[in-house]
């Protein structure tokens, strides 16, 4: 797991994602195709 580096600890907290967000992320970063060509990327989503 990453660490995490803050000054001040106690001005943060921890935030719960629902769990339709992160199946909507998932879902998102599966779909998303990126080509590269003559050294430029293309973002493509699939749906």
């Known amino acids: 797991m990453e660490n995490f580096y803050v000054k001040n600890k106690s001005k943060c907290k921890i ?3 629902k769990p339709e ?5 998932l879902n998102y970063s599966k779909s998303l195709k ?3 060509a ?9 749906n």
Do not use: P, W
């Open 34 to 36: 990126i080509t590269e």
């Open 38 to 46: 003559e050294g430029i990327k293309f973002e493509s989503n699939l």
């Open 15 to 17: 935030v719960k994602a």
């Open 21 to 25: 967000t992160i199946e909507f992320l």
